[in-house]
T-cell receptor, first 116, second 112 residues
Framework: DVKVTQSSRYLVKRTGEKVFLECVQDMDHENMFWYRQDPGLGLRLIYFSYDVKMKEKGDIPEGYSVSREKKERFSLILESASTNQTSMYLC???????????????FGDGTRLSIL | QKEVEQNSGPLSVPEGAIASLNCTYSDRGSQSFFWYRQYSGKSPELIMFIYSNGDKEDGRFTAQLNKASQYVSLLIRDSQPSDSATYLCAVNNFEYGNKLVFGAGTILRVKS
């Protein structure tokens, strides 16, 4: 079974702090993703990475950055946390898609982040 | 803008009934379709995926895809209270960088 591990289930930080969310997968997946999930808005893609040292912006990258120095680890960074970044953050990984695009994403347990 | 639409619900069905969850998508180039189940406070877990027109069955679950109508559905037979959750439809578009676009989810409640 795929195991995607997020470093914290719950996190409370203050506005202006630099926040690091860590994600590790154990299946040698090339692709990794960071989403945030808010009530009524569903999952929104923040950043993704096709492979080590590669990163691409998703739909809502403002206020975030990422790091992928090793294949198994994908970090999300909130440069200066703000209250509107209070949310559930979900990390996912998958094998590279074939032309059929049928590789599923596997999610970690999520980090519920509160910015005070 | 790639869009995936789901009725937010809640959809309430009695135990033992068939629950039918629907999803429409806007981009005709979409190629793969996924259903995830998410319990309250938990992360999404994959139930099924489908990429060919027609039906695909896995136990009590059947995914149905109609690319001409841009419509995908999930049927849950013999619904159980443990099926109560939010069901997320996700669509993959190879030309959209292989990214998934998620619907906002349908809340299903199975009443015993």
């Amino acid at each position: 079974d795929v195991k995607v591990t997020q470093s914290s289930r719950y996190l409370v930080k203050r506005t202006g702090e630099k926040v690091f969310l860590e994600c590790v997968q154990d299946m040698d997946h090339e692709n990794m993703f960071w989403y945030r999930q808010d009530p009524g808005l569903g999952l929104r893609l923040i950043y993704f990475s096709y492979d080590v040292k590669m990163k691409e912006k998703g739909d809502i990258p403002e206020g975030y950055s990422v790091s992928r120095e090793k294949k198994e680890r994908f970090s999300l960074i909130l440069e200066s946390a703000s209250t509107n970044q209070t949310s559930m953050y979900l990390c996912a990984s998958r094998l590279p898609d074939t032309s059929g695009g049928n590789q599923p994403q596997h999610f970690g347990d999520g980090t519920r982040l509160s910015i005070l | 803008q790639k869009e995936v639409e789901q009725n937010s619900g809640p959809l309430s069905v009695p135990e033992g009934a068939i629950a039918s969850l629907n999803c429409t998508y806007s981009d005709r180039g979409s190629q793969s379709f996924f259903w995830y189940r998410q319990y309250s406070g938990k992360s999404p877990e994959l139930i099924m995926f489908i990429y060919s027109n027609g039906d695909k069955e896995d136990g009590r679950f059947t995914a149905q895809l109609n690319k001409a109508s841009q419509y995908v559905s999930l049927l849950i037979r013999d619904s159980q209270p443990s099926d109560s959750a939010t069901y997320l439809c996700a669509v993959n578009n190879f030309e959209y960088g292989n990214k998934l676009v998620f619907g906002a989810g349908t809340i299903l409640r199975v009443k015993s």
